[in-house]
């Protein structure tokens, strides 16, 4: 980190130039079927040493090594649910809501994730890109878990049951803190869609049905609106 400063780069800028890179990366590997599908994670540690040049270090592995590359990563399998996760997963459970999450991660890594915050999350109810060889946003991607979600017709596994009825237009709930994939969803009528307000850019990703500035407050906004 103090190296980082030290050439003023803020760490909090590097961390989000490195992902939104792989983001990237990955995507475009995935949409052009080049080299078959790549998992997000073997793009995104190797990107390491190329976002340090791009953000001004001339000699990137003179910079740092391997070593720092290995702890950056590290610290990546061992994040921390957004603040409100916690609270945000009650509240839609206890309103007869089954969550479910869909990740372009593996699917080991973000289970750690919950299970750290303490929250209960089903195996089955974790879903990756890794398990249909599709990367987000493609629209393609969608298509698989849409189908599981359908065939789940109400069977229950202790989250609520609103989630595993038969899906119907206007049935389902899309989270996103992803503009992109707010967007796409909306265009594939995926249901209601909530965001994070944010720095949202409406003018060219539209308008979501829910627009909240805490987890916790976009899962009661949804609550009522699903009621409505």
């Given at each position: 980190?103090?190296?980082?400063?030290?050439?003023?780069?803020?760490?909090?800028?590097?961390?989000?130039?490195?992902?939104?890179?792989?983001?990237?990366?990955?995507?475009?590997?995935?949409?052009?079927?080049?080299?078959?599908?790549?998992?997000?994670?073997?793009?995104?540690?190797?990107?390491?040493?190329?976002?340090?040049?791009?953000?001004?270090?001339?000699?990137?592995?003179?910079?740092?090594?391997?070593?720092?590359?290995?702890?950056?990563?590290?610290?990546?399998?061992?994040?921390?649910?957004?603040?409100?996760?916690?609270?945000?997963?009650?509240?839609?459970?206890?309103?007869?809501?089954?969550?479910?999450?869909?990740?372009?991660?593996?699917?080991?890594?973000?289970?750690?994730?919950?299970?750290?915050?303490?929250?209960?999350?089903?195996?089955?109810?974790?879903?990756?890109?890794?398990?249909?060889?599709?990367?987000?946003?493609?629209?393609?991607?969608?298509?698989?878990?849409?189908?599981?979600?359908?065939?789940e017709n109400g069977d229950g596994d202790g989250d609520g049951g609103r989630g595993?009825?038969?899906?119907?237009?206007?049935?389902?709930?899309?989270?996103?803190?992803?503009?992109?994939?707010?967007?796409?969803?909306?265009?594939?009528?995926?249901?209601?869609?909530?965001?994070?307000?944010?720095?949202?850019?409406?003018?060219?990703?539209?308008?979501?049905?829910?627009?909240?500035?805490?987890?916790?407050?976009?899962?009661?906004?949804?609550?009522?609106?699903?009621?409505?």
């Amino acid at each position: 980190m103090r190296q980082l400063r030290a050439e003023g780069i803020k760490p909090m800028l590097f961390g989000y130039a490195w992902i939104e890179t792989a983001e990237r990366e990955y995507t475009y590997l995935s949409i052009s079927s080049t080299p078959g599908y790549t998992p997000f994670l073997k793009v995104f540690a190797p990107l390491f040493y190329r976002v340090l040049w791009l953000s001004g270090i001339s000699e990137p592995r003179e910079f740092a090594s391997d070593e720092d590359e290995d702890i950056m990563m590290g610290s990546f399998s061992t994040l921390q649910l957004r603040p409100g996760a916690s609270a945000c997963i009650s509240h839609l459970r206890a309103h007869g809501f089954r969550v479910w999450c869909y990740t372009a991660g593996d699917v080991s890594t973000v289970a750690a994730y919950f299970a750290d915050a303490g929250i209960e999350m089903p195996v089955r109810n974790l879903l990756s890109c890794d398990m249909y060889g599709v990367g987000k946003p493609d629209k393609e991607s969608y298509t698989p878990v849409l189908e599981l979600l359908k065939k789940e017709n109400g069977d229950g596994d202790g989250d609520g049951g609103r989630g595993g009825e038969e899906v119907e237009e206007g049935g389902r709930s899309f989270g996103s803190l992803q503009r992109i994939c707010g967007m796409l969803a909306r265009r594939e009528n995926l249901g209601m869609f909530k965001m994070f307000k944010g720095a949202w850019c409406s003018r060219f990703f539209g308008e979501m049905d829910v627009m909240a500035d805490s987890l916790l407050e976009m899962a009661k906004m949804v609550v009522v609106k699903a009621g409505s």
